[in-house]
């Protein structure tokens, strides 16, 4: 007799057969294997539309599972199923865990203490800094990063987690063998090697918007806690506050500037009651009995800019509130060319600004 996750494998393949579908299967059969006991008659009458019915009919078979499956081994993808021991507990018990999770890379970290981490897409010097930092001290007492491996923050605490050596889940919007965007291919390939790629999508899902908002409720469900790091009021990133929160997961952020039209978001969080993150620490006292499993922690100390000389101090005012042309600072800072040149290089080299495009200079915190 065939096994119940192979046939519910066989189901997730084909396109045009949902959650909801295989939601009926699951409340009218004893077990998934029942389908091919059934006939067409049958399936309608559960409540599958007829065209639908006949489609599982006719492609939900041995061969075509066993097809599915060695394509999957011989391209190294893992598969989970809801129904194997292997399913990670804590997505188990959330409104609409994914029946089938797609994997590439080190399965266990589903097991591991995980902090989700998410943002804006086009975060500002100080959202990058912020996410990197504790993504970092966060790998060191122990978590495990969750995080959507889009552009911008994302990214920021995927890199972060990499860079100190620690353990980090990338889930998906996409198929599990579409890097997107493409520019992360060397993240991605990356995170496959040191980490942890995840979806719900199998080999030939075709991408398009609607996937990216669903996998949200992936991230917030693989943790035990979500941060939002840098968000605007519309941030999909907030959708993964949301599904953190319909979990009964904790939920928290990080604050902004409120001039900052990136920060709007994660303040709106904080007035509804996240919990406000200026440390590591902040997230890790949350959770005694995860320290209690983690090794040693250690506390983590808020950012501190390096000592700056008095002209460097001028300077840096004129640069902090929002990003200024070079034009611009000469003329407000009454200053030379070579003297303002010079300033600006030793913040530079203290990493206290950045520079962009164009000659145009922003703060780093």
Known sequence: MIEDRLVLIGLHQLEGIGSRTIQILHQNLQSFHELFTLDKVDLVA??????????MKEHVTLERIEQAVERYNQSQIGIITILDPEYPELLRETPAPPWVLYTMGNQSLLKEPSI??????VPTAYGKKVADWLAVDLCEAGFTIVS?????IDSCCHRGALQA??????????????IYPPENRALHEEITANGLIVSEYPIGKKSHP????????????????TV?????????????????LE??????????????????????????????????????????????????????EPYSMPALTTEEETIYRLIEPEPIAFDTLLEK?????????????????????????????????
Do not use: C
């Open 46 to 55: 559960m409540g599958i539309p007829t065209e639908r019915a006949t489609y």
């Open 116 to 121: 989700g981490m998410v943002g804006t897409r």
């Open 148 to 152: 959507g491996l889009a552009r911008g």
């Open 165 to 178: 050596k620690g353990n980090t889940i990338a889930v998906l919007g996409t198929s599990i063998h579409t």
């Open 210 to 225: 609607g996937l990216f908002p669903l996998r949200n409720r992936i991230i917030a469900g693989l943790s035990i806690g």
């Open 228 to 244: 939002v790091v840098e968000a605007g009021v519309k941030s999909g990133s907030l959708i993964t506050a949301d599904a953190a």
């Open 247 to 300: 979990a009964s997961r904790e939920v928290f952020a990080v604050p902004g500037p409120i001039t900052s039209p990136k920060s709007q978001g994660t303040l709106n969080l904080l007035r509804q009651g996240a919990k406000l993150v200026v440390t590591a620490n902040d997230i890790i006292e949350e959770f005694p009995l995860v320290q209690s499993n983690a090794r040693s922690i250690e506390i983590f």
């Open 333 to 365: 800072s009454e200053s030379n060319f070579g003297h303002l040149h010079s300033v600006l290089l030793s913040l530079l080299i203290k990493k206290v600004i950045s520079q962009l495009p164009g000659s145009v200079y922003i703060a780093n915190s």
